[in-house]
């Protein structure tokens, strides 16, 4: 059951990184302004954290969807989620109007309808996913599970096998 729980977090917090990174590529422009929105880096970061940022969610997506080095995944999604949300928090106590650019798009919008507290509980919900999986990595069809069976590990998801003698 708990390995079905992570694997739906997995697969879920895959699509999130997936969905996310994917729409920033596609608006490489909106999303720099979506960056500068925030006003907290100076202008040569913006521009390196518009690029990567995008590059960043994808991988991360990927190497979830597989199941491959998974923790190190969460461990990282979680981080940056960390990140994202003290943003929208800083911006809100600023008095900042933006949209936080979490699914492209974003900048500046007008006043009344910035959607803060949507956006931070959304985006806590998506870090205790992380967490889950920081906390149990194991999951079901993942190439971590296939490459630790493949190493004799038998921690692992997987068929049990133990209770039949061989050669039966």
């Known amino acids: 059951m708990l390995n079905t ?3 739906l977090a997995r697969l879920g917090l895959a699509a999130v990184w997936l ?9 490489p422009g909106q ?7 925030y006003d907290v880096l100076p202008g040569a970061l913006e521009n390196v954290v518009a690029v990567a940022l995008p590059l960043v969610e ?8 597989a199941g491959l080095a ?5 461990g990282v999604a979680l981080g940056l989620l960390v990140v994202l949300i003290a ?13 936080c650019g979490c699914f ?4 500046q919008v007008a006043a009344g309808q910035t959607e803060y507290p ?7 919900g998506f870090a205790l996913l992380a967490a889950w999986l920081l906390a149990r990595p194991r999951t079901w069809l993942s190439l971590d599970g296939w490459l630790a069976r493949g190493r004799g590990n038998s921690d692992e998801p997987g068929p049990d096998y133990s209770g039949i003698a061989e050669g039966n």
Not at 31 to 37: G, H, R
Not at 70 to 74: S, V
Not at 90 to 96: M, Y
């Open 19 to 27: 969905v996310s990174g994917a729409l920033k590529l596609a608006d």
């Open 87 to 99: 943003g929208i928090a800083q911006s809100w106590a600023r008095g900042l109007s933006i949209d």
């Open 5 to 7: 729980v992570g694997t």
């Open 31 to 37: 999303t720099l302004i979506a960056v500068q929105a």
């Open 58 to 65: 994808l991988v991360l997506g990927l190497f979830l969807l």
């Open 70 to 74: 998974t923790r190190w995944a969460a």
């Open 118 to 124: 949507q956006e931070i509980l959304r985006d806590t």
């Open 104 to 107: 492209g798009g974003g900048g």
